[in-house]
């Protein structure tokens, strides 16, 4: 009766499903892996299973080869090529079978066609991260609009933002979505630099200007003809570069520093600001003209404690980079540390929120962080508060994922099981087994 349930629920599966014994020969192959793969039984039962799972999988680091053979569930997805020579993506899990003398001698491998699921957390990527600018957040999504619509103008655009919002960033977002981005963009910060050197810099000298001037010089307008010019900080400048910055917006030509004959340019300009500008203007610290000359288009980015939302995702994205370039890899952050990030307010913003991270990144003794891992000022946040519970999930260890969907769905098998997206049964079977109850 046993075998004639299983052979039914073999034959049935909407899941492919294959067997392999320890040599790795197909024994078995239900309709529905026929049907993902396009093999029939014909084509592949004695053969190994490395015909399925042809290319950089099939070689003596497969997962299914190693942990399976260790008594251990193996579980990842991973692209495959159907017979016809398709690619497409499979979860893909694994199951040892003993015989009674306790050997492993067959294999079951149940495959997932999850192609178009892997498409849409790609779209969610792209969606999510624009340009390197990360956010899910509302206010995010329609900036991310905004860039991509002035991306196809000339016009001047005045980015708002505290320190460290990610200013640069939508500056260099428009750049290279416009048709300027295989010419230069190039920075400037002009809270940076003295009043004499800014002008220097920017418009660059004639030979015998002032002392050192031993030769010509391309100021950066120049240098960023037929691309984008980038001016941060432009409400610490002084009213006599205002005047003149006004003249290139005007009349998109410079005079060289000593030279008084004009020089055309070709350039887009974008500007930054710290500053609220009305206010200045207000206060005689600077031109109005040229406020209304710069904020053709304002993009205004909010502060990270107005995004609390895009701060896991942020997590996420910065360990990504740091991974990348460490032979440390760390796969996440533990529940209570993602709460406590997001009850700071962040003064310093993303740059804060980095440099916080990183801090925690090179302390982390295992593959996730905790809060001992952070800089000390973080650790004493209270996070009685409330937090969001759309905190994403994905990223802490399965036992803390599984005990937080279950207290937000007040242990609501059924409710939990939806949020997670498993059945009923795979959430009790894992609950059984990392002993939650």
Known sequence: MKNEVYKYAFSHADDGMFVHDGDLNILDINPAAEKITGYSGCDIIGKQCSLIFRGSLCDHKCDICKDSKNNKKAEFETDISSKDGRRFVVRVSSYSFKTTNGINDY??????????LSKLKEKFIEVSSFHNIVGKN??????????????????????????GTGKELIASAIHYSSDRKKNDFVRINCGALPENLLESELFGHAKGAFTGASKDRKGRFQTASGGTIFLDEVGDTSPAFQAKLLRVLQEREIERVGDNRPVKINIRILAATNKNLLNLVKQNKFREDLYFRL??????????RERQDDIPLLVKHILAELNAKSKNKVKGVVVDVIKLLMAYPWPGNIRELKNAIEHAFVFCKNAFIVKDDLPSYLKSIDVSDPIADDIELSQIPEQERIRKTLHLSRWNIKKAAEKMKMSRTTLWRKMKKLGIN
Do not use: H
């Open 107 to 116: 294999f079951l491998v149940v495959i997932k066609d999850v192609t178009e």
């Open 138 to 163: 509302e206010k995010m999504q329609e900036i991310y609009g905004l860039v991509k619509r002035v991306a196809e103008t000339n016009s001047t655009v005045l980015i708002y933002g505290e320190t």
């Open 295 to 304: 904020s053709v288009v304002t993009i205004d980015l909010p502060p990270l």
